[in-house]
């Protein structure tokens, strides 16, 4: 059974940046696109990015693109979310996300979260 577990949230300033990761265990990583969705208090999950098994293709909500990156090792079954300039709108529990297929809220495999919040 796929496990993910994410670390890296806490508190930050607006202009802050923020890493976080996310360990893959239990199936083949490389067999899986990842991805990271967060929500807020009283909103549904949204997407914020995915990255393919490669690696080659990366994407990003409209949000935050040009502020966040998304990458992958596949040697240590981790993807990570670099996050720079973060917002109070940017504060949310984020999730990582695995599936074989598109990473959507509908996603096979979730994380339990991590929180992250930005405020001054």
């Known amino acids: 059974q796929v496990q993910l577990a994410e670390s890296g949230g806490g508190l930050v300033q607006p202009g802050d940046s923020l890493r976080l990761s996310c360990v893959f265990s239990?199936?083949?990583?490389?067999?899986?696109?990842m991805g990271w969705l967060r929500q807020a208090p009283g909103k549904e999950p949204e997407f914020v990015a995915s990255i393919s098994t490669s690696g080659n293709f990366n994407y990003y909500a409209n949000s935050v693109k040009g502020r966040f990156t998304i990458s992958r090792d596949n040697a240590k079954n981790s993807v990570y979310l670099q996050m720079s300039s973060l917002k109070p709108d940017d504060t949310a529990v984020y999730f990582c996300v695995a599936d074989t297929g598109a990473i959507r809220r509908d996603s096979r495999y979730w994380g339990q979260g991590t929180q992250v919040t930005v405020s001054s």
């Open positions: 239990g199936g083949t990583f490389n067999e899986y696109n």
